[in-house]
T-cell receptor, first 112, second 116 residues
Framework: GQNIDQPTEMTATEGAIVQINCTYQ??????LFWYQQHAGEAPTFLSY????GLEEKGRFSSFLSRSKGYSYLLLKELQMKDSASYLC?????????????FGKGTRLHILP | NAGVTQTPKFQVLKTGQSMTLQCAQD?????MSWYRQDPGMGLRLIHY???????DQGEVPNGYNVSRSTTEDFPLRLLSAAPSQTSVYFC???????????????FGPGTRLTVL
């Protein structure tokens, strides 16, 4: 089966740094995504990692270790608008087709 | 580009009724998918499609049918609605990148369905 784990909730302070972890146990792993979802809205894409290492995009960075089945999303210089859920998703190959499955998401609360 | 559109935005059904949730995209994406989102459960994959004429089951396909007669449209049918299908439904589309796999998904605004 496929399993993706991430913390349910986290709290951080405006201006600080926070790291959201994601671990996965899947077969046919082909890449990992991070999405942001504000309450009542659709998810929006943040990052995509296929190879091991760090991908940086402005205040957001994402890291992947395929051998450890582990990823993290790093958010720097936190702003109040970063209060949202962060969804880890894994692309898996099954029957020669790719499908994308999500973890349950981490709700991030930013305190002033 | 309108992106991914979903209709209706809200729907209330009675148990046993059937209906179709519409999803369309104008980005010529080959990959389309349907998810449901329930509190504390994240996004769960219902069905997906890698191109016109091809569909496959996701994690929670029971009670739902899909078809993909065109690249643009990917409707989701509820055959006989049940209260357990009360949820927010998201449709998404994606394109194949140079590595041969599907890249970021673009999501529609969602349909909020209540089954009484």
């Amino acid at each position: 089966g496929q399993n993706i784990d991430q913390p349910t909730e986290m709290t951080a302070t405006e201006g600080a740094i926070v790291q959201i972890n994601c671990t996965y146990q899947t077969s046919g792993f082909n890449g990992l995504f991070w999405y942001q979802q504000h309450a009542g809205e659709a998810p929006t894409f943040l990052s995509y990692n296929v190879l091991d290492g760090l991908e940086e995009k402005g205040r957001f960075s994402s890291f992947l270790s395929r051998s450890k089945g582990y990823s993290y999303l790093l958010l720097k210089e936190l702003q109040m608008k970063d209060s949202a859920s962060y969804l880890c998703a894994v692309r898996v190959e099954e029957n020669r087709d790719d499908k994308i499955i999500f973890g349950k998401g981490t709700r991030l609360h930013i305190l002033p | 580009n309108a992106g991914v559109t979903q209709t209706p935005k809200f729907q209330v059904l009675k148990t046993g009724q059937s209906m179709t949730l519409q999803c369309a995209q104008d980005m010529n994406h080959e990959y389309m998918s349907w998810y449901r989102q329930d509190p504390g459960m994240g996004l769960r994959l219902i069905h997906y499609s890698v191109g016109a004429g091809i569909t496959d089951q996701g994690e929670v396909p029971n009670g739902y049918n899909v078809s993909r007669s065109t690249t643009e449209d990917f409707p989701l049918r509820l055959l006989s609605a049940a209260p357990s299908q009360t949820s927010v439904y998201f449709c998404a589309s994606s394109y194949e990148d140079w590595r041969g796999g599907y890249n970021e998904q673009f999501f529609g605004p969602g349909t909020r369905l209540t089954v009484l």
